[in-house]
Antibody
């Protein structure tokens, strides 16, 4: 059974940092593109970033470029999102997600998410 | 690439045929997926490549379209289908989602 379990969220002040983690199991992690997708309270879905199987390619939504960094450790079956210079508008549930067929077909597995709240 | 879903919400009855549209601001071939999300839950993949039903998804769901105009159809709405539906384009970075369509009980 595929499982994606996020951790690392919490309450942080504007300008602060967090490191989000995602523990993956039940599939060959090193063979999958992985994504982070966020959802602000009561709002829609927003794709944040993704990373190729070997970490050699990374892509970001414009609003987080230069502030967020996606990474992975295939030996630990783990995905990470380092979030820096946080803004109030970054408040959201952050979902770890597995891309289906190298991303061409969407996201077939999602974690339940970790809540990041940016507030003073 | 911007995705515009319509309507943003709709009310329907069990057994109704429901159609949701997703329009892309530029052509995306067939690189479009549809998701269903229920409150407090992670999204679920329904359709990929615009018209291919994901394994385990009931056949009352169908997708069509290519280029800029896409449609998700529920042929006979069931009680468990009341949810919010999103489209996502996978043709070009940054990947984007539509704004969502909330399907409510009439």
């Amino acid at each position: 059974e595929v499982q994606l379990v996020e951790s690392g969220g919490g309450l942080v002040q504007p300008g602060g940092s967090l490191r989000l983690s995602c523990a993956a199991s039940g599939f060959t992690f090193s063979s999958s593109w992985m994504s982070w997708v966020r959802q602000a309270p009561g709002k829609g879905l927003e794709w944040v970033a993704n990373i190729k199987q070997d970490g050699s390619e990374k892509y970001y939504v414009d609003s987080v470029k230069g502030r967020f960094t996606i990474s992975r450790d295939n030996a630990k079956n783990s995905l990470y999102l380092q979030v820096n210079s946080l803004r109030v508008e970054d408040t959201a549930v952050y979902h770890c997600a597995r891309e289906y067929s190298s991303g061409w077909y969407g996201i077939d597995y999602w974690g339940q998410g970790t809540l990041v709240t940016v507030s003073s | 690439i911007q995705l515009t879903q319509s309507p943003s919400s709709l009310s329907a009855s069990v057994g109704d045929r429901v159609t949701i549209t997703c329009r892309a601001s530029q052509g995306i071939s067939s690189y479009l997926a549809w998701y269903q999300q229920k409150p407090g839950k992670a999204p679920k993949l329904l359709i990929y490549a615009a018209s291919t039903l994901q394994s385990g998804v009931p056949s009352r769901f169908s997708g069509s379209g290519s280029g800029t105009d896409f449609t998700l159809t529920i042929s006979s709405l069931q009680p468990e289908d009341f949810a919010t539906y999103y489209c996502q384009q996978l043709n070009r970075y940054p990947l984007t989602f539509g704004g969502g369509t909330k399907v409510e009980i009439k």
